[in-house]
């Protein structure tokens, strides 16, 4: 099973410095400029189908958890149902009204949300109350997601969904036994009277799961008789989806490798501002980078840095002219007084850009917030987004997005592409980093070539400190957490 | 930092948020709890550049995988000088870079006789003409108060060389008349203003600092 931790191991996989100059890398056709393309916008999708009652939900639920991909989304159809007018809805009280003829599915809205998710837009799901057989308000979001297990009735019945599917798995289980699972789950889950449950599977139940369910089944790659009861079925899934999916991660770090080799030097380093070379920096850095350092230095001095490297990065916030006269106290009237243009949220990485709390707090008091976790699969060192909270953004509103240590840039990269598929605007995008490895550097910049990054030390700069191997090794959140 | 036309004084890089920070503090209709913070943001940028002006010496340090680093450590030390009222105000900016650092306090008024500046009370590190002294006093107009200063450092064996003034606004007067009878006093300021009314105030100015940061 995959594991994942924060010091990742990618330092391993992408500064690799052999693989630079190896040369099985294809430079891109001249005039296109590379792209960065995340694994959720070719997310893998599983259809699982079968009859009511067979076991399908929780054979999706085994695989969800035998693959502990982060970002797993399971759509069940059961919440695409169309919405009932007033007729239908009487109907669907007295256990009339046919719900499970594929007509009653929302099919539209199915493929809209799984569209949305491939081009890697955030997406509304519905939520249905089966007590009131309508749609209710709330809506979960979905965002990100790397795997989509449809699961329904006739999640292997629309044709255009099974042009999206991946694997396709049909669940084949006896009627009887169907039955005796729908009676005790509509009883207990759903609230409803056995009279009701046994009519309507006479009247729509069964003739709809023999005129389509089944049907179906023919449209599948595995049929898995028995559901969760067949291990050694499931065990083969398994190992199939697992195949795949490392299989596309290998395709996500093939292409994070390429954009730290393409070089561009003259246009893209100019996106780079670097804290001046001072006296202070260099002494506070060579204070951080000393074993002997107690924490608290350590903390101290990692604040001082960040103030300065916050100071430098609200530099790029625009201002313009005062919109109103200002006077001073003795009423003289400022001919040069200007505003800021731009409201700044800041948006950490957790952990490493939680370091720079503390100093943002102390420049900006009221600052609003956003956190991402972007961590690092420990076997094969590919980022994987686990969870994202945003701060409400203008179209002006200017974003730093802090993150201390910059080694391959993987997780930086994955970062600005949330922010982007959220509406900020590339060119209002800054990040704050105090270290930098310089290959980390050119594959951001590669990949969006509007951003600006602040960065204190980076193993480019070519002065004593920057030759430093530290530049490798993850360690700032660590010491200044006293956390491993 | 930017260049000035003379050797002794630092300003700080004219940025439009440095710029800004000033406008805020400048204008007559910002909250004192405004006027606090943002001057303190100011003082921040001042101790910092004064910190830069100090020497440093080369040091070798080793990192926790082992690694030699050749890195740079701070030489010499330092202490805090502030003009009572408005020159306390400036305290915090430098603790909060360097938390230990000695500070020492001058009051110097104008005598109501003579209309000139007069000492009253002083009270100072034991060695400090061992030390690098930052000098705080928020606004420089004529300069007379800090030159004062300044001659009472002297006094006591500070070398004029090692005196760094910190200020936020500063008047081309008073800098002229510093670099006259001080040329080797470092005078660290945000902002070069217009220059002085009548009234020895500064212009624009942001008006009567202490009584903006203590009391208004």
């Not at chain 1, 056709?29 to 009859?51: K, N």
């Not at chain 2, 948020?17 to 943001?41: A, E």
């Amino acid at each position: 099973m995959k594991q994942s931790r924060l010091k990742s191991p990618e330092t391993i996989l992408l500064n690799n410095n052999s693989f630079c100059t190896s040369s099985n890398f294809k430079e891109p056709a001249s005039g296109t400029h590379p792209q960065y393309i995340p694994p959720w916008t070719e997310p893998y999708i599983i259809g699982v189908a079968g009859t009511s009652g067979s076991g399908k939900t929780s054979v999706a639920k085994h695989i969800v958890k035998a693959i502990n991909q982060p970002w797993t989304v399971v759509l069940s159809l059961d919440n695409f149902y169309k919405v009932l007018t007033p007729e239908q809805h009487v109907l669907a009280e007295h256990a009339l009204y046919d719900l499970d003829s594929p007509t009653a599915l929302d099919f539209d809205l199915m493929l809209r949300c799984i569209g949305d998710l491939k081009t890697g837009k955030p997406t509304q799901l519905p939520v249905y109350d089966f007590c009131t057989h309508s749609r209710t308000e709330k809506t979960t979001t979905i965002y990100g997601a790397s795997v989509i297990v449809v699961e329904g009735l006739l999640a292997l019945h629309h044709r255009q969904l099974l042009d999206l599917m991946d694997t396709k798995v049909f669940v084949d289980t006896d009627l009887d036994i169907c039955m005796a699972r729908r009676v005790k789950r509509d009883m207990i889950e759903r609230g409803r009277d056995l009279k009701g449950i046994l009519d309507q599977w006479d009247r729509h139940v069964k003739p709809n799961t023999i005129q389509y369910v089944i049907p179906s089944s023919k449209n599948a790659d595995l049929i898995l008789p028995r559901s969760t009861d067949n291990k050694i079925a499931l065990d083969m899934i398994i190992r199939h989806i697992n195949n795949q999916l490392e299989q596309k991660s290998l395709v996500h770090l093939q292409r994070l490798q390429e954009l730290g080799q393409i070089t561009n030097e003259g246009t893209l380093m100019s996106r780079i501002v670097y804290l001046p070379l001072t006296n202070q920096l260099k002494c506070i850095s060579t204070i951080l980078f000393d074993r002997e350092t107690s924490r608290t230095e350590f903390i101290f001095y990692f604040d001082r840095v960040a103030n300065m490297l916050i100071h430098l990065a609200l530099d790029q916030v625009e201002f313009g002219p005062s919109q109103d006269q200002v006077l001073t106290p003795q009423y003289y009237c400022l001919t040069d007084a200007i505003r800021s243009l731009q409201s700044v949220v800041v948006v950490t990485m957790v952990r490493t850009g939680d370091v720079f709390m503390n100093s943002i707090r102390k420049t900006i008091p009221d600052v609003k917030v956003g956190k991402l976790l972007i961590q690092s699969d420990l076997i094969t060192g590919e980022p994987q987004l686990h969870t994202k909270s945003l701060p409400p953004c203008e179209r002006t509103t200017k974003l730093l997005l802090f993150d201390a240590h910059i080694i391959s840039g993987a997780a930086a990269i994955m970062g600005i592409q949330v922010l982007l598929d959220h509406g900020i605007e590339e060119g209002n995008i800054v990040i704050v980093s105090y270290l930098a490895e310089e290959a980390g550097l050119r594959r951001i910049l590669n990949a969006f070539q509007n951003v600006t990054i602040i960065v204190g030390l980076s193993s480019g700069r070519g002065d004593s400190l920057s030759k430093e191997p530290m530049f490798r090794t993850r360690f700032i959140d660590d010491y200044y957490f006293g956390s491993t | 930092m930017s260049a000035t036309n003379y050797p002794n004084v630092f300003m700080l890089r004219q940025t439009n948020q440095l710029l800004g920070l000033y406008t805020i503090i400048r204008d007559r209709n910002t909250k004192r709890g405004d006027f606090v913070f943002y001057s303190d943001r100011i003082m921040r940028l001042l101790v910092e550049e004064g910190l830069n002006q100090l020497p440093v010496k080369p040091t070798t340090v080793k990192t926790s995988q082992g690694h030699e680093v050749e890195g740079f450590s701070f030489e010499g030390k330092i202490c805090g000088v502030s003009i009572i009222r408005a020159g306390e105000s400036m305290e915090q900016g430098l603790r909060d870079c360097c938390r230990s650092v000695r500070i020492g306090k001058i009051l110097i008024q104008r005598d109501e006789e003579t209309a000139q500046p007069k000492l009253f009370y002083s009270k100072l590190p034991d060695d400090i003409s061992e030390r690098y002294v930052f000098l705080l006093d928020p606004m420089l107009a004529t300069g007379g108060s800090a030159m004062m200063a300044v001659d009472v450092l002297l006094k006591k064996g500070v070398k004029q060389e090692r005196i760094l003034f910190l200020n936020l606004l500063a008047a081309p007067e008073g800098i002229e008349a510093f670099y006259k009878k001080y040329p080797n006093v470092k005078i660290i300021t945000g902002v070069i203003d217009q220059g002085l009314d009548e009234n020895k105030f500064v212009v624009p100015g942001l008006g009567d600092f202490g009584d903006r940061y203590y009391c208004i």
